[in-house]
Nanobody
């Protein structure tokens, strides 16, 4: 049974940092690229960052380049998203996903950037 469990979100002031984690199970984690998406209220779910199976960051959305870093630990079946220089427009629910994506999504983790 596939599971994607995101955590690490919270309320942070503009300019602050957060580190999101996603623990995956039910598939061969180290065989697949992984991605982070986010969905702001009333908007589509957007791709934020992707990483190769062996841990090389592949893509970043233009809006997060230079501020977010994706990484992974295959021994822990975990993918991370380090977020720095947070802005109000980064407020969203963040989800991880396999590449290619499952039809299933985890519950996500809420990130709120506000003073």
């Amino acid at each position: 049974q596939v599971q994607l469990v995101e955590s690490g979100g919270g309320l942070v002031q503009p300019g602050g940092s957060l580190r999101l984690s996603c623990v995956a199970s039910g598939f061969r984690f180290g065989y697949y690229g992984m991605s982070w998406y986010r969905q702001a209220p009333g908007k589509e779910r957007d791709l934020v960052a992707t990483i190769t199976p062996d841990g090389a960051p592949l893509t970043y959305a233009d809006s997060v380049k230079g501020r977010f870093t994706i990484s992974r630990d295959n021994d822990k079946s975990t993918v991370y998203l380090q977020m720095t220089g947070l802005k109000s427009e980064d407020t969203a629910v963040y989800y991880c996903q396999r590449i290619p994506p499952f039809g299933y999504w985890g519950q996500g983790t809420q990130v709120t950037v506000s003073s």
